[in-house]
């Protein structure tokens, strides 16, 4: 996959007040959804938009993203899309951002994340407090039920520790994305994390995919540390109860350790309820 990436660059443009960004990408096959070859998975999507606050001005000195909010409102086309990010709430200890997905044509919102921003502390604690997971061993290689379509999945190596994409139930995976974000620049700190964490339902899954579909409406991460370049690892566990409301819920960290913990709302429905065979969306927040 050299020279290859989620997504590459059209145009970026930052304001003159540098308290906003926008920019257009086109987004490629590496970013398709292992349930649907004409959408994204919300993975790259919700990397990228992090990437665009983290082009924002701020007037903290040396922000941490610690929070995010992610809400898929619609599905996630693949192609062109327009990217646009800005400072809702400007402090010196905390600031609020928002970023926004759409078509390219602007016709409307189809992922929106909002974030708090926090300073480092100027001088380190002595030590850190309450407890942090080790990371697991090494795994190895994963494979992915046959299926959940290329894309997303290809573009990220995948090492189970325990349980994993093709076993259903709790697991823990090592994932590695293979190629870049946008252009040859690679995904990095939260999101990196954010690029893995919304395949939490997926490492997780309780039923068969050909029968039940079991998608996230939205995403919440909450970061403690800002991960390594390197590999990260997830452990997850997904809860479905007999009214058909899900939860997906995730522990992150690097080499070093856990740093973050995510959840996913899942849109639970048999396959057939939505006539999946006509390619219609579980994203789709309708009464269809």
């Known amino acids: 996959m050299a020279g290859e990436s989620f997504f590459e660059t059209v145009v970026e443009t930052e304001s003159m007040l ?5 920019g257009t990408y ?11 070859p004409d959408y994204q998975h919300g993975g790259p999507a919700s990397a990228l938009l992090a990437r665009a606050i983290g082009m924002l001005e701020m007037p903290i000195d040396d922000p941490v993203i610690n929070r995010v909010t992610v809400d898929i409102m619609a599905p996630i086309p693949k192609g062109a899309i327009a990217i646009s990010a800005r400072v809702v709430k400007a402090g010196r200890l905390t600031t609020l951002v928002e970023a926004d997905l759409s078509t390219a044509a602007l016709e409307y919102p189809v992922v929106r ?23 697991p061993p090494a795994g190895t290689p994963a ?3 046959q299926h959940w379509g290329s894309g997303y999945l290809d573009a990220v190596e995948w090492r189970s520790v325990s349980g994993g994409l093709d076993l259903p139930g709790p697991g823990t995976v090592w994932a590695n994305p293979r190629i870049p974000l946008v252009d040859d620049e690679r995904a990095r700190g939260t999101s990196l994390l954010l690029l893995i ?9 309780l039923a068969d995919p ?6 996230n409406t939205d995403l919440s991460l909450n970061v403690i540390r800002v991960p390594g370049d390197g590999p990260i690892w997830m452990s997850s566990e997904s809860w479905i109860a007999v009214d058909g409301i899900g939860l997906a819920s995730s522990v992150l960290g690097d080499s070093t350790g856990s740093c973050a913990v995510s959840s996913q709302s899942l849109f639970v ?3 057939d309820e939505l006539n999946w065979d006509i390619q219609l969306h579980p994203h789709i927040a309708s009464d269809q």
């Not at 540098?18 to 926008?22: E, H, L, V, Y």
């Not at 086109?26 to 649907?36: F, G, K, N, Q």
């Not at 909002?114 to 997971?133: D, I, K, M, N, V």
């Open 269 to 271: 429905a048999e396959a």
């Open 18 to 22: 540098t308290d906003s960004f926008s």
């Open 26 to 36: 086109l987004a490629t096959d590496h970013t398709t959804s292992p349930w649907h």
């Open 197 to 205: 964490a919304d395949a939490g339902a997926g490492v997780s899954y």
């Open 210 to 215: 050909t029968e039940m579909l079991f998608l």
């Open 143 to 145: 494979l992915h039920p």
């Open 113 to 135: 994340m909002s974030a708090w921003c926090t300073r480092r502390l100027p001088r380190p604690l002595t030590h850190a407090h309450g407890q942090f997971r080790s990371p």
